[in-house]
C-alpha cells in the first residue's frame, strides 16, 4: 500500500481548516443572529427616541439579525450604573457631569459619541413674584436641582459668579418631574432644569430665568456612551448606532415641526409648539469624541471635588473613546 505524499497531507490540512473556518463563520452568524442590544434612555433623550418611535434601529439592525430592547431610567446616573454593571448595553444621551460621577464611582464606560454644546438648554429659574432678582439672592435658599445632572454643574458655577458656594443654598435633589411638582407647590425658591422641561415651565408657570449656561458658564454637552465589554464585542453594533443617531440629529434640524409632533404625545402630551422651542436650543449634532474636546469634563470634575461633592480627583482623560 502506497503511504500519502507530503502534497496529499498539505491538501488534507488545507482541507481541513477551509472546513474548520467555514464552521466558525456558520456559528458566529448564528450568535451574532441572537444578539439583542439594550438601550437605556431617559424622557428627554430626544433622538433615541425618535429613533425609535420610527422604529429605525429596530429595522437597520435588524438586518444585521439583531434586536432590540429598550430601557427607561428617570436620569441619567442610574443610567450609567446600569451601563457599568452590565444591565444595558448602551446608553442615551446623559448630561457632561454624568460620565465625571460614573468615573468617581469606579466605572469604566465607552465615550462613543457627543452632541456640540446647548448652553441656553437648561436654566436657573425662580418665580417672577419671589423677590429673588439676582444670583446672588439664592444665599439660604432652597433650590431643586437634579444631582449630578448638567443643571447641577451650572448650578454651582452660577454661585460661584455670585460669589457664593454649593454650601451657601439648601439644595433638594430630584428629578425633573419632582423638581416641577416642588416648583410649582412653592415647596422650593429656585428649579434648575433643562428641555423640554425648561421651555415647558417657562409656557405654563412663567417664571424668571435667572440664568443658563451662556457667557461661558456650562457648555452643556451631552454624550452617548457604551459599555466596555460591548463596544469590543459589537463594534458593527455601536457604527450603526453612531450613524443613526447622526442622520436623525440632521432630520431633526430639517424638520423641527414634524419632530416636535412626534414627541410631544411622547413627552406627556406637550404642545408641540412647546417641543419644538424647547429643540431649538438644542444642537443635536452628533459627532465623534476628540480627546482634546474633554477640557471641559476636566473642569466639571475639577469643580464637584473642589466643592466636596465628588468623592475623588477624577482624571477626565482616564477614559475609553470609541473610534470607527
Known amino acids: 500500500m502506497s503511504t500519502p505524499s507530503k502534497t496529499t497531507h498539505r491538501k488534507r490540512r488545507t482541507l481541513l481548516a477551509s472546513l474548520f473556518t467555514a464552521a466558525s463563520l456558520l456559528f458566529t452568524g448564528a450568535v451574532a443572529a441572537d444578539t439583542t442590544v439594550r438601550i437605556g434612555f431617559q424622557k428627554s433623550s430626544t433622538l433615541i427616541t425618535l429613533l425609535r418611535s420610527q422604529g429605525t434601529l429596530e429595522q437597520v439592525l435588524g438586518e444585521q439579525g439583531v434586536k432590540v430592547s429598550w430601557h427607561e431610567f428617570p436620569s441619567g446616573l442610574p443610567l450609567l450604573e446600569a451601563l457599568n454593571v452590565g444591565n444595558v448595553d448602551f446608553s442615551a444621551d446623559v448630561a457632561d457631569t454624568v460620565p465625571v460621577f460614573a468615573q468617581a464611582a469606579g466605572a469604566r464606560l465607552v465615550y462613543v459619541a457627543q452632541e456640540a454644546p446647548s448652553p441656553t438648554a437648561q436654566a436657573i429659574v425662580v418665580h417672577s413674584d419671589s423677590g429673588i432678582d ?101 463594534p458593527d453594533i455601536v457604527a450603526t448606532i453612531f450613524e443613526e443617531l447622526r442622520k436623525s440629529g440632521e432630520w431633526l434640524r430639517a424638520n423641527p415641526r414634524e419632530a416636535a409632533d412626534i414627541l410631544g404625545p411622547l413627552w406627556g402630551g406637550l404642545d408641540p409648539e412647546i417641543v419644538e422651542v424647547a429643540n431649538r436650543k438644542r444642537s443635536y449634532e452628533v459627532r465623534l469624541v476628540q480627546r482634546d474636546s474633554l477640557a471641559e469634563q476636566q473642569r466639571i470634575a475639577d469643580t464637584f471635588h473642589a466643592e466636596g461633592l465628588l468623592p475623588v480627583k477624577v482624571d477626565a482623560n482616564d477614559v475609553d473613546i470609541w473610534a470607527p
Request: charged residues 20%; hydrophobic residues 40%; aromatic residues 10%.
Open 134 to 234: 439676582q444670583l446672588s439672592d439664592l444665599k439660604g435658599k432652597r433650590v431643586a436641582v437634579t444631582k449630578a445632572a448638567g443643571s447641577h454643574y451650572l448650578l454651582i458655577q452660577a454661585l460661584k459668579k455670585a460669589g457664593l458656594s454649593f454650601a451657601d443654598i439648601r439644595p433638594s435633589y430630584l428629578t425633573p418631574a419632582d423638581g416641577r411638582a416642588a416648583f410649582e407647590n412653592r415647596n422650593v425658591d429656585a428649579w434648575v432644569v433643562w428641555e423640554p422641561f425648561l421651555t415647558s415651565a417657562q409656557r405654563q408657570l412663567n417664571p424668571q430665568v435667572l440664568a443658563d449656561g451662556s457667557d461661558g458658564l456650562a457648555d452643556y454637552q451631552r454624550y452617548y456612551l457604551s459599555s466596555v465589554s460591548f463596544a469590543q464585542q459589537h
